[in-house]
């Protein structure tokens, strides 16, 4: 048989690429998806192909990414549990899509991920896969082989004369993309014990970012961020831009509880400083270009679309739909917002459209001719009316 293996080169998908040979006398093909996590993808088809892979792919599909899943995801304003950005949630449905392409192309009747039994990225692969390839087998080696710690597969490649480069454990685990980096797992597992401050990469401490308040300016057409203080930018560059702006001022770590799928809290601590500042500044854009009760109806819907991608369904019919309906709410959210960031925060301090419906003759507090105050009084006793009812049986009873 021939399996294509989501790849990294370290420990875990090394000894991977040696058991899928081992057990399944197959062939592998790697693959690995640059989404900006900066690590070192130079000579990683080479420790494939020493470690027995038949062939490997190094793609970099950083564009696509920001492009066709970060932006769409950002015009729903999703946000999972008030908090989490979904940077690790977006990632996954993406790698797991290129593997079943790469399968498709090579063959392959399986594809193979190295996320373990307890987490969300098993259940988002294998959701993606099978949503593109109903027939794809999936193959999940923590789920079924006897192997359960770090000191098990390091002797597992001290057996096989495995290529790796074994370092003491980090007391953490991490994942980055151009939207986020996460911290989860060793010492974050004590919800009470404060995450060190120099857990982190993105983001500066609050005590060392700038004591002058720095201003960003990003235009948006159709809810879809396309420069950053008069510059436009590729998808990821903006991103990269905004990343390196928000990081300097400490914009966008946060610390958290959060609810997986597969039912456990996890705590995770993660940096999203340019998603963070479109986040802010596209909410001020609606604020003044979206009809109330479609900005309303949206909004209501945010919960259910953030959901549906931290669990793995964004290529599942019910996602698309919302996509849809969100997709048109956007029609009119073009125009320029002016954010300010400093010590952590980003505050929308600018806003304007081509397409606003913010009319000053209309909210003034000065004296005008467009509105009549006198009208509010049969607004208000038609609106009471069922109150006054509920009122007068109260008072009967």
């Not at 370290?10 to 690429?17: F, K, N, Q």
Request: glycine content about 8%; hydrophobic content about 40%; overall charge negative.
């Amino acid at each position: 048989m021939k399996v294509v293996l989501a790849y990294s080169g370290g420990l875990d998908t090394s000894v991977i690429l040696v058991w899928l040979k081992e057990k399944y006398n197959a062939e592998v093909v790697t693959f690995c998806a640059d989404l900006g996590q900066e690590e070192e993808l130079a000579g990683l088809d080479e420790k494939a192909a020493r470690t027995g892979a038949c062939k490997s792919y190094i793609e970099d599909l950083r564009e696509e990414f920001v492009r066709d899943f970060v932006f769409p995801m950002m015009q729903a304003n999703a946000i999972y549990e008030g908090s989490y950005l979904l940077g690790t949630s977006i990632a996954r449905p993406l790698i797991a899509k290129r593997l079943v392409e790469i399968a498709r192309r090579e063959g392959a009747t399986a594809i193979c991920h190295g996320a373990t039994g307890k987490g969300n990225d098993q259940v988002r692969f294998e959701l993606t896969a099978y949503a593109l390839q109903p027939d794809i087998q999936v193959i999940a080696p923590w789920r079924i082989w006897d192997m359960k710690s770090r000191s098990d597969l390091i002797e597992y490649c001290e057996q096989r004369k495995i290529p790796i480069t074994v370092s003491p454990a980090k007391p953490y685990s991490m994942d980055r993309n151009l939207l986020h980096i996460s911290f989860e797992g060793g010492v974050l597992e004590d919800p009470w014990r404060e995450a060190p401050d120099d857990m982190r990469v993105l983001t500066a401490p609050l005590d060392k970012t700038p004591d002058q308040a720095e201003i960003v300016e990003i235009h948006f057409e159709q809810g879809i961020p396309t420069a950053v203080n008069g510059q436009e930018l590729s998808p990821a560059d903006l991103l990269r831009e905004l990343n390196r702006m928000g990081g300097r001022h400490g914009v966008g770590r946060i610390d958290i509880v959060e609810n997986r799928f597969v039912g456990m809290k996890s705590r995770g601590v993660y940096e999203t400083p340019g998603g963070t500042i479109l986040h802010q500044a596209h909410r001020g854009l609606e604020g003044l270009c979206m009809d109330r009760e479609v900005m309303h109806l949206r909004d209501s819907l945010i919960p259910k679309y953030a959901t549906l991608v931290y669990n793995g369904f964004w290529f599942a019919p019910e996602r698309e739909m919302l996509q849809a309906a969100i997709t048109r709410s956007q029609k009119d959210v073009s125009g320029d917002v002016r954010c300010k960031l400093f010590k952590g925060g980003c505050h929308v301090i600018g806003r304007r459209s081509p397409f606003s419906l913010y009319n000053p003759e209309l909210a003034t507090f000065e004296r005008d001719d467009v509105y009549n105050q006198a009208d509010a009084e049969g607004f208000i006793k038609l609106n009471a009316l069922r109150l006054r009812v509920a009122a007068d049986r109260k008072s009967r009873a």
